[in-house]
Each structure stands twice: as C-alpha cells, then as structure tokens.
C-alpha cells in the first residue's frame, strides 16, 4: 500500500518561513523520483520542485526559485520543502508525489497560508 503524507503546512507570516514533509511508505523511496506540487484556489496546479531519486538533480518553478528547497532522506523515507521569505502569493494546498510528471502517487495535501 502506497502513502504518501504530507504534514508541515500552517499558518505564517509574510517573509516568514515553513517545512514541509512528505512521509513515504509501501514503495521503493530510493528509486524513485519526488516532487511537490501546489493547488491555489481558482489557479492551475503547479510543479513547484522536483527531485531526482538520487537527490543529484533539482528543478524548481521559477515562482519560487532562491526561496524554496527541495530535499531528501533516503533512508527516513522522507522527502521535505524549505520555503523561505514566503509571500500571500504562494497560499495553497501543497502535494508530494512520486515522479515527475503528476502521473504517479500523491498525498492528501497540506494548507499553508501566508498572511498577516
């Protein structure tokens, strides 16, 4: 049984920062592929970050770019998202997933919103 579940997500100030996390489980972690996606209301879902089983290799949106890392640990099975100097703009319900291609596994998803 494949799971993946997020958590981290929260209410945070404008510049302020947060981490998500992205528990996996029932599937080989290591081998595969992670990336996180988010959901605004009334917006397009977007690829935010993605990962390379290897963590070798990472792309980000351009939206994000110099704020927000993507990272893993291969052997918590865990994947994370450093997001830093956060913005109103970037207030969604965040989802890992396995792959790069929005094809595969997702979690249920984490809100963030960013707010005064």
Do not use: H
């Amino acid at each position: 049984q494949v799971q993946l579940v997020e958590s981290g997500g929260g209410l945070v100030q404008p510049g302020g920062s947060l981490r998500l996390s992205c528990a996996a489980s029932g599937f080989t972690f290591s081998s595969s592929a992670m990336s996180w996606y988010r959901q605004a209301p009334g917006k397009e879902r977007e690829l935010v970050a993605f990962m390379t089983s290897s963590g070798t290799t990472t792309t980000y949106a351009d939206s994000v770019k110099g704020r927000f890392t993507i990272s893993r640990d291969n052997v918590k099975n865990t994947v994370y998202l450093q997001m830093n100097s956060l913005q109103p703009e970037a207030t969604a319900v965040y989802y890992c997933s396995t792959g790069r291609n929005g094809r595969g596994y997702w979690g249920q998803g984490t809100q963030v919103t960013v707010s005064s």
